[in-house]
């Protein structure tokens, strides 16, 4: 399941919550002096599949978006209006026509009403809105400061942008994977927005409209759900879609290992992109590597900076519901774990390593088939009696005669920060954000809060303690990449306010025991201003010497008010995340999902 991702990601009103042994937040960002030029408050209304520009010369940035009139105030039975003159044309053959009707049919007369989580009009509101098309790579304007020479290379950031208007139930991660790259040379700056080329884009794409269902949200009911069902085997009868080619959106996140540069979504294999020397993003191909990776894969797969290892995993609705996985160092996919001691399915997002284990929970979020097709609901759902637990094996294992399960109640967890070992391996480490109130997890984000902790497993005695390191709701959080499965001390948090939207970055001391709040330093963005998940850029990565935190934290960041969107490069060692750099986008970012620094090195090998 592609974005669930982003998703689990908690919130809460964090402004109660605030600890004192926090360094004081820097002020705001000044509100805007003059009344607010374009506050993006709705989403696009046409169906028009994106204009697919090949373009790669540098282009003067795009004017304006004209508003649209908010989609709540348009019916759902509005007939759609007539395609416009651009991009592909909508297929008008019999077939692909009457399987449009058919559909139309089932969003109009047989959905139930819709929950405001799978309500376009209420998901896609705000800067959460798709942007209409792609972005050729575009000139970007350094309006303070300077762009660090370490940061030479392209940062990109994965997310949702439905290529359609959904005329049905939608939910957030429901949209095809876009991938927002700013390229960095030489203080310079080109932001360029482009799908990843899926199986499933490149089908709608080439019939001018979807095909296949929203996985969160195209089941809403019993009627619905069947009727979707049939008219989705009807389109494979008469070849219109191959699931076998692939069915996920890549919306998630990226990675790269074995010197290539993945978009992944969990419900697929990962797509191969490449970032061009002028800033472009191409689709490269849909990877599975040399035929040994079978169905899907995670989209958090761990990479050892050390040896250049990824370790990986897949998770699924029929056993075994865990395989474990792992790749050498250039990128050879190593043979399948299954673990049966998973005896249930339940919702593995992520997962973590140390130099001698790997990590799995198991949470009170599992995955709900038949409440899917029966019930109309989402197929993850909440087991409240279920005592969740961590699994852990070590990193090479050849099977799971040496896994072992610790039941850690209520702990769920859907992302893994970073784990370690220590005491000569007798003791394992593990910081996560534990999600409270977990059975918000899908419909009501906003009501959840995610609590970062440190886990400690005595693997000689069994004894598992927990630490919380702050009490604000952090999630998407990232570490120096260097320091992935070994002993580390800084974290860097993104604060749900709530969530998904987020409000600031929080820098965490987990080397603290003292008990008491971790946060060493803060950045709130200011009124009206989120960003999303940060990521850590070391200054001198290849200096061993050098400090944990001596770096910048990145990320995308949207003034509502403006209606404008930066990229913001900040000096992780000073106490307020001070900010080095703003860079102006030419066009808005929307929230998304996962994120990735890739150097230039980097590119030029991948
Ligand atoms: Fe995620």
Same mark, same amino acid.
């Given at each position: ?6 998703? $689990? ?55 304006? &978006? ?5 989609? %709540? ?50 998901? +896609?509101?705000?800067?959460? =809105? ?18 660090? &020479? ?25 949209? !095809? ?28 794409? #080439? ?14 009911? +019993?009627? &619905? %759900? ?5 008219? +989705? ?78 370790? =990986? ?47 799995? %929970? ?15 609901? #989402? ?22 005669? @040496? ?18 070992? @220590? ?32 886990? /400690? ?14 009490? /604000? ?20 948090? =993104? ?39 940060? $990521? ?9 010497? &050098? =400090?944990?935190? !001596? ?56």
């Amino acid at each position: 399941m592609d974005a669930l991702s982003s998703s $689990f990601l908690s919130s809460t009103s964090s402004k109660s919550l605030l600890i004192s042994a926090v360094n004081p937040p820097p002020p705001p960002l000044p509100p805007p002096s003059s009344p607010p030029l374009l506050s993006v408050t709705s989403v696009r209304t046409d169906e028009r599949p994106p204009k697919i520009t090949t373009t790669t010369t540098r282009s003067p940035p795009s004017p304006p &978006a004209q508003p649209s009139p908010p989609l %709540s105030s348009l019916p759902r039975t509005a007939p759609p209006p007539p395609p416009p003159p651009t991009g592909p044309r909508r297929d008008t053959s019999l077939p692909v026509t009457i399987f449009s009707a058919l559909d139309g049919l089932i969003n109009n007369f047989i959905d139930p009403p819709l929950k405001p989580s799978v309500d376009p009009c209420h998901v +896609l509101s705000g800067n959460f =809105a798709p942007v209409p098309d792609e972005l050729p790579p575009t000139d970007c304007l350094v309006e303070s400061g300077r762009l660090p &020479a370490c940061l030479d290379g392209a940062y990109l950031r994965n997310g949702p942008n439905p290529q359609f208007l959904p005329r049905g139930p939608y939910h957030l991660f429901d949209g !095809d994977g876009m991938l927002h790259s700013i390229k960095i040379s030489r203080g310079r700056a080109r932001l360029c927005s482009r799908y990843v080329r899926t199986h499933k884009y490149s089908v709608e794409n #080439s019939l001018g409209m979807p095909v296949l269902p929203n996985v969160f949200s195209g089941f809403n009911g +019993l009627a &619905a %759900s069947a009727a979707r069902g049939a008219l +989705l085997a009807a389109r494979m009868a008469a070849g219109q879609f191959n699931p076998a080619n692939g069915i996920g959106l890549a919306n998630t996140s990226l990675a790269f290992f074995g010197n290539r540069l993945y978009a992944l979504g969990e419900s697929d294999l990962p797509y191969e992109v490449r970032v061009t020397p002028d800033g472009d993003v191409e689709t490269v191909r849909r990877e599975d590597f040399d035929g040994k990776l079978f169905m899907s894969m995670t989209a958090h797969p761990k990479v050892d900076p050390e040896t250049g290892e990824a370790f =990986a995993f897949r998770y699924g609705p029929v056993p075994p519901f865990l395989t474990y996985f792992r790749f050498d160092k250039n990128g050879k996919k190593l043979p399948d774990v299954p673990i049966f001691s998973m005896v249930r399915p339940s919702f593995l997002h992520d997962f973590a390593i140390t130099k001698k284990y790997a990590i799995f %929970s198991d949470i009170q979020i599992g995955m709900n088939p038949m409440d899917m097709i029966f019930g109309g609901g #989402s197929p993850v759902g909440t087991d409240p009696g279920k005592v969740p637990r961590l699994g852990i094996i070590p990193r090479y294992a050849k099977d799971e005669s @040496e896994m072992r399960w610790f039941d850690v109640p209520g702990f769920n967890i859907i992302h893994a920060i970073n784990a370690w070992d @220590e005491k000569e391996g007798d003791e394992v480490v593990l910081i996560a954000p534990n999600i409270m109130s977990v059975e918000h997890t899908l419909e009501r984000m906003d009501l959840i809060h995610a609590l970062v902790e440190k886990v /400690r497993i005595n693997l000689r005695t069994g004894v598992v303690s927990r630490q919380p390191l702050s009490a /604000r709701n952090l999630d998407f959080a990232v570490i120096n990449p260097g320091y992935v499965a070994r002993r580390n001390k800084y974290v860097y948090g =993104a604060v749900g306010d709530p969530m998904p939207k987020v409000s600031g970055v929080v820098k965490l001391d987990v080397s603290r025991s003292d008990r008491q709040d971790c946060t060493v330093a803060c950045r709130m963005f200011g009124p009206g201003c989120y960003g999303g998940e940060p $990521f850590f850029v070391a200054r001198e990565p290849g200096n061993r010497e &050098a =400090a944990e935190d !001596d770096g910048y934290v990145v990320s995308y960041v949207h003034d509502e008010y403006r209606g404008e969107s930066r990229f913001l490069v900040m000096d992780a060692k000073t106490p307020d995340l001070e900010i080095v750099a703003s860079v102006r986008l030419p066009r808005r970012v929307p929230y998304g999902f996962h994120g990735l620094f890739v150097r230039e090195g980097q590119l030029k090998i991948s």
